[in-house]
């Protein structure tokens, strides 16, 4: 996830992940700040001495994030910041808060859980039969497919239905994987604001 940096209102970039970002500014008193689309903005009030120099860090928040997806579906915000932002000393990470790693996949199926409270009926049908029991669903659904698959190639004529077919196969098993390693699942950004040399 890329944020965007601002300090007073100027952007002055966008923070990668693990890329350290260092930024001239004059001293005094600034307000830095990350957007990133869709999830507002995250401001801090910093301090920033002559000749010296203020360490900052931003990561996502996988909580927050899955809140902002969740709100999609419920149309309710009930969680917190999609974002950190904080100070840090002698550039050494704080204990807390921890930064996360964030994955468009995590972010994806764990927000599906929001379909639980969803106001349409059939988004918390399909919750409660291909979200709530995902392996079982997951296998059940490789399995009919396998077996559509295998009864197509055993023709003595296979039909070009097994394109198809496989793929679903491959994909249907692919969600389930990446389902429970999204519910089993962190790098941060890093800012350097400094004044120039008086």
Known sequence: MQFCFFVDDSDKGLLRRGKPLEVRIPPG???????????????????????????????????????????????????????????????????????????????????????????VLFERLYYRVAIKHYVAFGLVASLVLGLLLFDTLSRPYPSMLWIPLSVLVVGSLSVTVLTTLARRQMSASSVNVSSPDP
């Open 29 to 119: 008193q600034h307000t830095v700040a990350i957007k990133t689309a869709g999830l507002g903005i995250l401001d801090l009030l910093v301090e920033v001495p002559a000749g010296g120099t203020v360490n900052l860090a931003c990561a996502a928040n996988i909580d927050g994030l899955i809140s902002a997806a969740r709100s999609k579906h419920t149309q309710v915000w009930d969680g917190p910041s999609p974002m950190n932002l904080w100070l840090i000393d002698e550039g050494d990470l704080p204990e807390e808060p921890t930064p996360e790693r964030e994955n468009w996949w995590t972010v994806t199926f764990l927000s599906q859980e929001a379909l639980a409270e969803s106001p």
